[in-house]
């Protein structure tokens, strides 16, 4: 960050089942208009039918009320690799609880070539970029909006190569 980053930490989500275990990141950082945002970066797990994802996002909930207690007046940005479509139930407690999706037609991120482990290749050309997985959200007051969020996706470079998922990209504005 081009500004102060003042605290730094991480939660561990409890472990579902036998599964690796996951967490979120952030860090809290002092604006120049003299507020506080919070910068939530985290991968959620990836059962099929999202209980998994369910169980954290609940724990994503409380982490992130844990951290608004702690600042006056604070701005919320949470991003990441969510492993679920918008209807699984992950995605509906996050919104309500307050965390609003920035863009909710932008696109599907996964897969992002055709060469996904586990699917027929014929398969992969016609799904890629099917699912929507990615996303990011913010909780404020007002002093961030998104100004444009898009799918990063170069087909003549090899940068989809190197995850499964396309980079979903965010400018954010402080106003």
Known sequence: SKFPILQIKTHYYQRYKK???????????DLPNKKLVW?????LGCHFIGR?????SRELVLFIHSLEKR?????VVLCGDFNSPPWYSCIRELKRHGL????NN?????????????????LGRC???FLRLDYVFLRNGGGIVCKIVYVYDDSSDTSSLASDHLPVC??????
């Not at 690796?20 to 950082?29: D, E, G, K, S």
């Not at 910068?39 to 991968?43: P, Q």
């Not at 600042?71 to 701005?75: A, F, G, V």
């Not at 932008?106 to 290749?121: D, L, N, Q």
């Open 19 to 29: 599964k690796t275990q996951r967490n979120a990141m952030t860090c809290l950082i």
């Open 39 to 43: 910068v939530v970066n985290t991968h």
């Open 52 to 56: 998994e994802q369910a169980q954290q």
């Open 71 to 75: 600042s006056e007046i604070c701005e």
């Open 100 to 103: 609003r999706d920035v863009a």
């Open 106 to 122: 932008y696109g599907g991120t996964f897969p992002s070539h055709e060469r996904v482990v586990g699917m027929p290749k014929s």
């Open 127 to 129: 799904c890629r970029k």
């Open 170 to 175: 965010a400018v954010l504005v402080i106003i």
